[in-house]
T-cell receptor, first 116, second 112 residues
Framework: DVKVTQSSRYLVKRTGEKVFLECVQD?????MFWYRQDPGLGLRLIYF???????EKGDIPEGYSVSREKKERFSLILESASTNQTSMYLC???????????????FGEGSRLTVL | AQSVTQLGSHVSVSEGALVLLRCNYS??????LFWYVQYPNQGLQLLLK??????LVKGINDFEAEFKKSETSFHLTKPSAHMSDAAEYFC??????????FGKGTMLLVSP
């Protein structure tokens, strides 16, 4: 069964802390994505990656960075967490599809981050 | 540029009633359209997708959606709601050369 695994379901951090959210997929997908989900705002794309060592900014990259050192792993980093980054974070992966970006997205179960 | 509008943040139906969730899109190129569902405390999973083949698309759990270019719509329907259909539903648009843009979601509430 295909799987996207996010390392933590629930995290509580303090303002100014550095936060790492880890995501691992076992489907050998080239594409990986980090979304933020907030009530009434839907899903907003933070960063994505089409290949190892590659990253692209999404719609709301400010305050975030990412790392993709291995194909199966995509990490989201909050360098200095702030209260407005309290949210649900969803990782997803997909194969490229033909044409690109038409492949099904497979999502993890989400990481709910609270910043105090 | 592309965008998605989902009409109604919440839709309530009775068990056995027709489900209709509305989605309108905007895209400057031929779109690819998707419906995803999110059950409580889970990630999203694909219900169905339109990629320029048949305009009526059938998905899992008896859901279907019809692509209407003239109306720029991709509404999701199910003939008879089940309690297990209670979830949040997201419409998304892509163009093949851009990442998906998701709507804000519609919460489906099913009452006995």
């Amino acid at each position: 069964d295909v799987k996207v695994t996010q390392s933590s379901r629930y995290l509580v951090k303090r303002t100014g802390e550095k936060v790492f959210l880890e995501c691992v997929q076992d489907m050998d997908h080239e594409n990986m994505f980090w979304y933020r989900q907030d009530p009434g705002l839907g899903l907003r794309l933070i960063y994505f990656s089409y290949d190892v060592k590659m990253k692209e900014k999404g719609d709301i990259p400010e305050g975030y960075s990412v790392s993709r050192e291995k194909k199966e792993r995509f990490s989201l980093i909050l360098e200095s967490a702030s209260t407005n980054q309290t949210s649900m974070y969803l990782c997803a992966s997909s194969s490229p599809g033909s044409p690109p970006n038409t492949g099904e997205l497979f999502f993890g179960e989400g990481s709910r981050l609270t910043v105090l | 540029a592309q965008s998605v509008t989902q009409l109604g943040s919440h839709v309530s139906v009775s068990e056995g009633a027709l489900v209709l969730l509305r989605c309108n899109y905007s895209s400057s190129v031929p779109p690819y359209l998707f419906w995803y569902v999110q059950y409580p405390n889970q990630g999203l999973q694909l219900l169905l997708k339109y990629t320029s083949a048949a305009t009526l698309v059938k998905g899992i759990n008896d859901f279907e959606a019809e692509f209407k270019k003239s109306e720029t719509s991709f509404h999701l329907t199910k003939p008879s709601a089940h309690m297990s259909d209670a979830a949040e539903y997201f419409c998304a648009v892509g163009s093949g050369y851009s990442t998906l843009t998701f709507g804000k979601g519609t919460m489906l509430l099913v009452s006995p």
